[in-house]
């Protein structure tokens, strides 16, 4: 796989890199929360030995103080020290846990040693450091004293004093904020890797027709400027097919798609050809719910013996005409194996050139079986980016390929958030 490759996952599986990049971001932020707050001070001193005034005695004299450092490092941290510390300031606080707030160090071939005390409080963390500092010193005097009223043979010298810290160094919140987000960012990309080679959705007219035994008669972006060319392609195909007075349009995915039939329907009026659009979806998801209709009026009124002339709606601006389902039951869908229904689509065969008849999804009613033998054309529909391979290999099975004449592919407008979120409104 190439970086173009990379990019096109990253773009088709973002919400998922976004989901564990903000994840990661926020249990970063409340393990932020969880830590508190330190300040450090720090005082730094100068090891000298007691020598003679010869260049080679300051030189031996400076050896030896870098080899004493290495020593004074371990007793600046010393319980010794941090003993005297605490009954010193009288402090709440063990030898052991006071020792773990002090650190010594020493610059590679220097005499210098720094010593450091961390603590939650600002003012606390440089009175303990300077007390340790000092209680350091004299248990260095009295180390390095050898005779009574001697000078000692080493001197340490307070170079700076601890001052007040002016702002803390802990936790480091930047840091581990934008550690949290690499994290998340890394971890997103492969979760979004793995669900893409696992995913098994159908997103583009390739892996359609890979797996269709019909031909695809049109790929339909809804609300893209070919969408209407490729209407026209349909209704010419499908004239080309021979006898096309009803035409059934059913879907293949789990979900209603009901612009494709009305496009198909608004396609032949287009030609000044007669149309009627029957909302025969008894999952109500055929798209006649914007034509009101009163008792005795719709399909479904129809099919129980209602007049058909009564129950059509005019839609001027699409030049077509509309049964809609209306009032439908739970015997709508077996009428509509009845000979009653043949009845109502022999007589709108004889009243209009083209009738387009709308049904539910495959998977949704068997109502597509039994509509299928009264119809001269088959078309299904099947949504990109919504249906899997088993979901489509499964309405195939259900139906029978031998009833399809064709297939169109159909892709809703908007982003992948602007279908979730409409999905989420309906």
């Known amino acids: 796989m190439g970086l173009t490759e990379y990019w096109r996952i990253a773009r088709r599986r973002w919400l998922v890199v976004a989901g564990v990049a903000l994840v990661c971001l926020a249990a ?19 090891v000298s030995m007691a020598t003679g005034t010869s260049v080679n005695d300051s030189y031996q004299g400076g050896l030896a103080a870098q080899q004493r450092v290495r020593s004074y490092l371990d007793l600046a941290t010393s319980a010794t020290v941090a003993e005297r510390v605490i009954d010193d300031l009288s402090i709440d606080m063990s030898p052991d846990e006071l020792r773990g707030k002090i ?11 720094v010593i450091s005390v961390t603590d939650g409080n600002a003012q606390r963390a440089r ?37 007040l810290p002016t702002s803390p160094d802990g936790p480091q919140s930047g840091r581990v904020l934008a550690l949290g987000l690499l994290a998340g960012l890394a971890l997103g990309g492969l ?19 890979a797996l269709l035994p019909v031909p695809i008669f049109a790929i339909i972006d809804e609300g893209r400027p070919g969408a209407a060319d490729e209407t026209r392609r349909m209704r010419t195909r499908l004239l080309r097919e021979g006898r096309t007075h009803v035409i059934q349009v059913t879907g293949l995915s789990p979900r209603s798609e ?18 009627v659009l029957v909302d025969a979806d008894t999952s109500g998801g055929g798209g006649s719910e914007r034509f009101a209709t009163g008792p005795g009026h719709g399909l479904a009124a129809v099919l ?20 809609p ?25 004889a009243d209009f050139e083209h009738v387009v008849v709308q049904t539910a999804p ?16 088959t078309l299904g529909v099947v949504q990109l980016g919504a249906t899997t391979a088993p979901q489509l290999r499964g309405a195939l099975a259900t139906f029978g390929s031998e009833r399809l004449t064709g297939a169109v592919a159909y892709s809703r407008p908007g982003n992948r958030m602007q279908r979730l979120v409409g999905r989420l409104r309906r």
């Open 304 to 323: 129980r013996g209602a007049p058909a002339a009564e129950a059509l709606a005019g839609w001027p601006e699409t030049g077509i005409t509309v049964l």
């Open 28 to 46: 970063s932020a409340v393990y932020l929360r969880g830590q508190p707050t330190t300040y450090s001070a720090s005082s730094s001193m100068y």
């Open 103 to 113: 650190t010594a160090a020493s610059p590679p071939a220097t005499t210098l040693i």
């Open 362 to 377: 495959v998977a949704a009613a068997a109502d597509a079986i039994v509509v299928a033998p009264l119809c001269e054309r």
């Open 127 to 163: 009175d303990l450091t300077n007390t340790v500092v000092a209680h350091f010193r004299r248990l260095i005097d009295e180390l390095e004293t050898i005779e009574r009223d001697a000078a000692p043979a080493a001197r340490v010298a307070v170079v700076d004093r601890a001052e």
């Open 258 to 275: 009901p612009e494709v039939a009305l496009a198909l329907a608004k396609s032949f009026a287009d030609t000044g050809r007669s149309v």
């Open 325 to 349: 389902l209306g009032d439908a039951d739970p015997q709508t869908a077996d009428l509509l194996a009845s000979e009653r229904f043949s009845g109502v689509l022999a007589e709108l065969r």
């Open 191 to 209: 979760a979004a890797f793995v669900r893409d080679r696992t995913d098994r959705t159908l997103r583009t007219s390739n892996d359609l027709e």
